[in-house]
């Protein structure tokens, strides 16, 4: 951390700065030039606030942050190596990170009925992917659009684990119910409209289990790390990123902007694994191939597909939704590509692309 | 709402759209032309889903919202008359509303200790202002940053309020702390953070007391009053929005861009009371005045400033705050501003401008 | 400006760096702290790119302008006190700036034709307005859009100066009829769409005729104060700032987000006079009279409002417009707070605001 | 186009609003429901203006554009078939379009010297690339910073173009500049910031040279199309669209944010060519790469890729500029990948991969 002092400060006002930021525990280099003086902070400055500096004195000019705000997250903090989050699930542990295969996370945006849950993740069990989504308590902008079935959904995710040895990620969207989303989940989702909810991200970090951080519509890429911090902080070092459409000026024909570009600049930044969402991103069927393509190929550690056995009915996000053949089919063309960066699972017992090629066929 | 329907659409598909539809209870209107067939929805349509719609058919070429989202936040479901909030305080019930003096909330971001919050208070009683607004429990974007002091700064504001009679504003983060903020809180905060947090809302909507919703960093006009249709749908029809400054693309010289033309727009599309806050939005303390005047000039119903007893070191949004002196400045020029536009409340016994102008004096 | 070198660079190295800044003609100042050196450069730096410093070597790890990077725009430039851009107009000469009355520019998006020009012209003129703006080049976001009509709109303006004494102002969009253009306006305008179109400034600069530099619709502030120095850079000092609504991630209501807080922030950047229009920004003529009073109330200097004879058969801007009656109506209350604020011009000889009212009955 | 008439409004008002409607010679359709009307324009709506029509009755709730506004740049304009633009150059004519492989354009920001420009071309052409970009003119947001070296840029583009035989891009500012810029550029390139400067538009659309469209920095994929449609209208059919970056809320680490998912929208609403420029989107070459390879993982047409012989020491944008080795790894990347997508040209007989490999271990 830098601070300028203005030009012209008298000395003494010099020395009362520097007299003050001493109690924070850090060293100040005080440089004299001929006009501006700059003290320099040097030590662990994350946890001080810049705006804190700004206060002591009205002779201080600008204060700036050399040091990110954020500790645990940054990528110093494991001395540039990248972390790995190994989630357990009945199929096997599953490890999200920049040295693995691409995870897929795929299932509908709610959990409706045990049929269709099921359904869906046998399909997303037999593409390969590892984890099944599903809401069961849903965020919606309206009080009057379906709210999801809670609990009897939560049961029906445990009969989709069941039933397929998938992995299960759903979102938690109020304390009280944490207990129950962590019992059945094995990731918990943080909604991106919870992004900076600090009290859930508290509690969530207190459980240990791993964490998907969904970024919020508005959020930089500072104010993102800064969330996975207040988790990392409370002592739970399993955290994935998920970027799922930002929020700009434009939102005529897709519903937010995909941020890419948020995968090269996150692994400059963080040892975090990322996960991209292509569905909720563009809000259309017909934009997530070539998202998740474009996703592959920058970078992603793992993908969230929606899918639906019958978009049409889905009672949310219905137009966001591939059917499960275009789930099938999107499946192998992302295995193409994953392969060609070497970065997908081989295909295990149950699965194979002969087989899947017959399903395709059989359902066109 | 209005559905189009795309050309070249067979008559069998049209009718199956319209069955489909008269599921809602909501009778639909057909009208072929010579090209597009438009298909009209008749009633309340308010709780429907417009991608529930989309969803139906894919010969659906697109579904028109002509009636808002929003429904008892909406100016129509009071019959153009704007409501108001009627706040009980110990100094006498304060009223929140278009045809009211403007109602000015003043204190610190945080509760710091019982000294500073309680002299601030003073002179906020002083000044004419009806509320003390005071941080116990603090949204930081940084988990290493002074969280707020919690429940003993509740207990602070209480003496806060026993002292001067000043209703209180606070902040919950938490639905744990809901019951322990509202035993002192007069009007109850949602922060912008949480403007989306639906769980908290609703449970603010079931305890019927004041709420003031300020507008999350992206929220569009229409997310914001869908949010405060949550608490409005919980039973809870004290609801007064509070803009707070919008996340744009320059934030070089302010923290955030003060929407003050939300305040007619609000005029036009509910019937809830209005506040302003310049000091979030802005982020600066030189910017307050030209921004509460602008506030008043366009018809806040109420203003919100940071004030305290000692900038330089408070532990939270100092360069922001205003000093005691220039908060009582600031009134003074409120003051006489409100009276322009005849929306000031009169003098009370325990106050007068020549009063006030001593103690300015005094202090400079 | 002040270069922050990455912990561990050579000694050698930062000698070097010393030396290549050196080249720019300013006195570099090392500091060396016990991990991180600082270089800090004295004297005026606003003509050096701060990434053609970091270019100079890959140890450089921020290079932070402290100065800003406009110069003769600046306040500093004129030691604190701010400008005035007085414009002769046939009615006498009248002052842009911060210690005179409000000046109100009026008139309609577009010159349609010689009686409706004229007239509006006079009521503009007995409203005690002192200019007349009016579209003859028009940017249409669409080709097949009325596109202005051109050189014999100008000669319309011309006649409507002449029948009325009031300055012109008018939007120039091609250097090749920036002639003509001058000829008749007495500011020429540049639009938001054509703020960094840097050839036509360099040339509106070249002529010393004052300039309305509309604020481009993403354009930071330092973006348009950059344009600004354009202007000034080419040898002519009268520009004219105008806030005209800002691009945000929210238009459903209002087209543009009106930045009004950008009038205090410039106060404290920049010397030069402040217009604002309500009518671009917001898009529809219901919310012109709250923004115009916020924006007197704020501090601007001019004002900038679309009037029209007959808004429903406008050939462009409609919805924004307002009625002469209404324009007549919005003058008298912007007159009021003018006055409130010290800040309106007495009536002059042609008009008394007893006519005035009398036209208002006259007309309802 | 559709207009929503208000609750309640008179059959003689409906009339009288139909009857304008059939000014604009198109047939509307009125369907009159129980509570409220809806006019149905049928035909070519074009180059309607909605607000002119909004303008011709307060009775009009609304007004929906169903058909876009633009229409030369519409996919259907061509019945789904997507367009290419053949751009004769020395080395023989290159084809950018959806069913031909990634055009590359590589080249510095601004042309320095001839044996910078010279040197970068000869690289440029042997890793493969068909076009060499490189500025003459220069938008700079500072009237300090270097501004390009003009017309004898323009010569030392037209020498390297003879020396190896490339297309050329470069950018034109200024129409009084065009017929020069014309006589050494394959393709006009016309900058974000002068997107709208509709008199360019209309006299590059007049030259019938293929023209770079980039894309503003905030806007629309509407005003895009729209100002495409602008060069369309005057006659010239060979636009080709390029993403640079768009302007959001967050610009700490990259400098625009890339919006990869134009690319998927734009093919479902234009059959106009895609370019990618991910230098200038991101401002940093190490991101270039990653979204280079995302380009291509969702399907563009070309990409624009700064280079420059020595970053370091670049008159403008070094930051982003790759070195002329990093820029030949890059290409056996992106070919690799590209040969994947099969969209890859074969080396042609002055270049083999082999010969490329030679080089790049010898610069190594």
């Not at 997303?124 to 919606?140: D, E, H, I, M, S």
């Not at 005529?252 to 990322?274: C, E, F, G, M």
């Not at 998740?292 to 929606?306: K, Q, W």
Request: hydrophobic share 45%.
């Amino acid at each position: 951390m830098i601070i300028v002092i203005k030009a012209g400060t008298p000395v003494v006002e010099i020395e009362r700065i520097t007299l003050e930021i001493s109690r924070y525990g850090i060293a100040p280099e005080v440089s004299l030039g001929q006009q501006k003086a700059v003290i320099g902070l040097i030590g662990d400055t994350a946890e001080i606030d810049t705006k804190q500096i700004q206060n002591i004195s009205p002779f201080i000019e600008q204060v700036v942050r050399i040091k990110k705000p954020f500790k645990r997250a940054s990528l110093e903090y494991r001395n540039g190596e990248h972390s790995e989050v190994v989630v357990p699930t009945p199929n096997g542990a599953v490890t999200f990170g920049q040295n693995h295969p691409v995870v897929v996370v795929a299932g509908p945006c709610s959990v409706e009925n045990e049929q269709m849950i099921v359904e869906t993740a046998q399909v997303v069990k037999a593409t390969g992917a590892q984890f099944l989504r599903g809401g069961a308590y849903k965020p919606r902008t309206s009080p009057y659009a379906f709210q999801g079935h809670g609990e009897s959904a939560l049961e029906l995710l445990a009969k989709a684990r069941e039933a397929t040895g998938l992995g299960i990620i759903t979102e938690v969207m109020d304390a009280a119910e944490l207990e129950l989303v962590a019992s059945v989940a094995d990731v918990i989702q943080i909604g991106a409209r919870n992004m900076q909810n600090f009290s859930l991200l508290k509690k969530v970090g207190a459980t240990g289990k791993p964490v998907l951080l969904k970024r919020g519509l508005a959020a930089t890429i500072e104010d993102w790390l800064m969330s996975a911090e207040y988790i990392l902080a409370a002592g739970n070092p399993n955290v994935i990123l998920c970027e799922r459409g930002i929020r700009t000026f434009d939102k005529q024909y897709t519903r937010n902007t995909l941020d890419i570009s948020a995968i090269p600049v996150l692994r400059t930044l963080t040892h975090l694994p990322i996960m991209i969402d292509p569905s909720h991103a563009t809000g259309k069927s017909e934009f997530v191939q070539p998202m998740a393509m474009a996703a592959i190929a920058s970078g992603t550690d793992s993908l969230m597909i929606e899918v639906h056995p019958d978009p049409a009915k889905a009672l949310s996000d219905g137009p966001q939704s591939l059917t499960l053949p275009a789930f099938e089919e999107l499946m192998l063309e992302l295995g193409a590509l994953g392969k060609f960066f070497g970065r997908w699972a081989k295909p295990n017992n149950t699965y194979t692309s002969a087989a899947l090629a017959t399903q395709v066929t059989a359902r066109v």
